[in-house]
């Protein structure tokens, strides 16, 4: 992690890639990976201090479309740090710029260039919140002794996490149920791996390229949890299988070893607690009807 500043520079390195840069600028290009997209500008009328997000990753195409975003002093925005927007602002102002690798944002390359379209008022709900309080973690990380500015930076990097994933929830398109397209990726995922025993929370964000605290907030809105879900859709399944080869077909222990319970024990507690009967009773039950 390195930090650095345009007045005095301080700097401190650690393997992630993460850099806090803060002091007194002038118009021009924001620090990047690669040369300046001209298309993409950002334009400010007024000194004070911005706060800029660069987000570090894998080469990819800029997004074609020619942008012009206005700010205002301690807004915060978001930009690709491999082709950085171009700076329209005062002859001088003061900024905060965060580098940061875009999967310790559980960024994409396609979110990156998302919220980079969208920047966070510093009058909106986040920004009040979140602008002043990393301000002052960037300026106190810069002056602090190593182990300290390194934590402080890490705390820095978790609320620019929670930012970017509050970000694209709240401009990602909705399908007709009202359920994010993210979500319904994330539901086809379970059902496909379903039978899989280490199927959880960790796997499935992984796969998504999102941090597991967004994915337990997309459940969340569903009225459950990720593990709950996967539980659910695992005993109906056992159920259907149990009702469908009745006595003469797989044992219990193998209906549930095929759906993803390790342990049949397991199975029979939580089927119970489910459906009010053992996995025994309800096909025999089922068998009689």
């Given amino acids: 992690m390195s930090i650095t500043s345009t007045i005095g520079p301080r700097v401190r390195r650690t393997p992630p890639g993460v850099e806090i840069v803060t ?14 997209y001209p298309a993409h500008r950002l334009r400010a009328t007024e000194g004070g201090e911005y706060l800029f997000v660069g987000v570090r990753g894998a080469p990819a195409p800029p997004d074609p479309g020619p942008l012009t ?33 875009g999967e310790l944002l559980a960024l994409t390359p396609a979110d990156a260039r ?11 709900r986040l920004g009040t919140l979140l602008s002043p ?7 106190t990380a810069s002056a602090a002794r190593p182990h300290v500015g390194d934590m402080l930076a890490w705390n820095a990097v978790n609320l620019l996490a929670t930012l970017a994933a509050e970000q694209l929830e709240a401009h990602a398109p909705r399908t007709p149920d009202g359920r994010a397209p993210v979500l319904v990726r994330i539901l086809e995922y379970v059902e496909l ?34 593990g709950r879900w ?24 193998a209906v549930a070893g095929r759906w993803g319970f390790t342990s049949a024990t397991h199975f029979s507690r939580v089927f119970r607690t489910a459906y009010g009967m053992s996995p025994r009773e309800w096909r025999d039950a089922a068998g009689r009807g």
């Fill in 23 to 36: 002091g007194e600028r002038g118009p021009g290009p924001l620090p990047g990976e690669r040369s300046p």
């Fill in 69 to 101: 975003l206005p700010l205002a002093p301690g807004d915060l925005c978001f930009y690709d740090a491999r082709h950085p927007a171009e700076l329209d602002f005062p002859e001088r102002f003061r900024a905060t710029v965060f580098l940061v690798p």
């Fill in 114 to 124: 998302r919220i980079a379209r969208t920047p966070v008022a510093r009058s909106s």
């Fill in 133 to 139: 309080l990393l301000s002052d973690l960037a300026r």
């Fill in 193 to 226: 791996h379903l039978t899989e025993p280490d199927l959880s929370p960790e796997t499935i964000a992984r796969a998504h390229h999102i941090s597991v605290r967004y994915l337990h907030r997309l459940f969340q809105d569903e009225g459950t949890t990720v």
């Fill in 230 to 253: 996967i539980l659910r859709r695992r005993l109906e399944e056992c159920r259907r299988d149990l009702v469908r080869h009745g006595r003469g077909g797989r044992t219990i222990a």
